[in-house]
């Protein structure tokens, strides 16, 4: 057979290490080729990597030196920053990611198709210095705190030159993409509103209502709500996308974190450790990611968690439609069946 | 915390075994609740279940009674249909899906949102009779008979009434959604075109040319290029969302697999052949799925090939943008080099 041989630009950016976003051919649909990230196939070859223990992970105190320098450290005397000296008692750090999918000053990438650089950034939160600590076990306290770093890093990104998406989201277990276990969140900015959020922008465009708010009042009222408290909603959504995905709302209008105030923190905090919780009690620990929705404005902030317990396979792939085994109204009332009394 | 109470239709649904397609709240995207699938909790838990020998293996010969009776027999009689007595030595066998996502005959849900009765037929093709065959060993011959019965079949559904879209794909491996390991591919038919193709058709009716045609032409002479001969190519797309995925497309225009001559399937044949056996030696064997994508006119056929390498996350499922740690041109390179000489 004929082989491929004339080059083109293509070829360049594919050696250069910045990452760029690449446009389908015709669709408003991207993706990102992560140079720095780049693999060999051996990489890919089924070989476990050993757990890691305290002494190798590199989220563990004392090993800080193992990654870059923070930019954030949350500890009882508040937020700082790494200076010379590093931190060491600290309850929560915040540092660029190593293996950026985005980074703040790549290089234009010319290719025949449509590309652009990769601009932005992509930060790790690491959620707990206790190396086998699980976010279904953080103290109210300790969830708070956690989303005060998501607050405070949404707000540091958020309407910053050339971001247009701030992507917040936790990976838990290996199955569920997470390369290393001890508990981390990580944070993504990117110079493009994503294709998942801008149809939901257009949807919105033609609506005299806010489409979210609607959802949060009918399915507050319907069998598929778990749980809800003064300022939010936990519910199985009608579109479930995959067994045992549940959805939390607030019941106020708010477009993201930022605009949460002291009661609504309190509020997530104590019904996304319920979510967890359930959960990880009527799933045997499940592998899960969840992800926060938000906008600068005109959005309802809304955060999905999604067990893995099933495949994305061949139909899916192809459609782009997910078949779901669990019926979310049965979904529902096991989790509510999990929820501790009173 | 309150709990949901108040019943709605949706349970009655809920608690029915007819798979429904369930339309998200407000985005004309769609996902399958298949109850008739429906698990527990503890169908999820964590235990692998033993692979199935040649004795338990329903898709073995001699054990055609653990699957529903053919709707279609290859032999070297040609095709038939099962009757009273069962056919033995066949090359390949075609029957309903014992949990099929799609039925002929589902019964209208009832719900506040949107939701249509998941009308359609989910069919099983056991590939060979060879227990441990594999996809990327079959013959030239024998791939030109498994792409004649994805060509009868997709006949068979194609125009039928309420038959919007016929979805063929095969997954390969456990971790790419093969729940048996014997080789297989499924047939499902939909009532509705998917986002997917939807989503495509949008771009094509502001096009005044055929825009996989032009992809076809273009990527022939890019660095992206695998492989091709007389009717197809072989390429690892711009747009590639998972590392070293590949699309084969026809080079004269077509709209599917019904409207290929002898030629078309022998050169079909001979091309995908070569994608899998580069993707095996390549890559140790992966798990992969590969999607036909296909519409009865006015589309351009084409088959992409998704190797299971890396894990669809938080990121991928909060924006829809995939995160790919091999450039194409880097993959195309690396494949071609595992292509046969001569």
Redesign the interface.
Known sequence: ????S???S??L???SLMPE???????????????E???R?SD???AKSPAKDEKSCPFCPGNEDMTPPSVAVYTDQGVLVDGPVKIRSWKMRVFPNLFA?MVPSPTPPT???IALPGHGHHEVIVDSPLHNDAPADFSQEHMELLLKAYQDRYANYCGLDGVK?V?I???WGE????SLSHTHT?L?T?PIV????K??LE??SS?TFC?FC??AE?E??????????DGWILIA?????V??ETWILPRRHMSNLAQMDDDDRRDLAA?LS?ALRCIRS???D?PY?????QLASNYHLNI?I?PY???????E??????????????A?A?L?SR?PKG
Chains 1, 2 share one sequence.
Not at 237 to 241: D, L, M, R, V
Not at 289 to 293: L, R
Request: charged letters at 25%; hydrophobic letters at 40%; proline letters at 7%.
């Open positions: 057979m004929a082989k491929g004339k080059k083109d293509a070829d950016q594919g050696s976003i690449r446009k389908h051919y015709f669709l408003d649909e991207y993706c990102i080729i992560a140079a990230r780049r693999k196939p890919f070859m089924r999918a290719t025949e198709w998406y992507s989201f936790k990976n199955e569920a993409g997470a990580q993504v990117l994503p294709p998942l959020i149809r939901e949807a919105a609506a489409l609607n959802i009918r507050r009222a319907s069998s598929r709500l778990v749980a809800q408290n959504p009608f579109y479930s996308q067994p045992y019904i319920h009527l799933l045997n499940p990611n969840y992800m926060i929705y999905r999604q317990l099933s495949k994305i396979a061949g139909f792939k192809g459609t782009g439609i997910h078949i779901n085994s669990v019926p979310p109204e049965q529902a096991e509510r929820l």
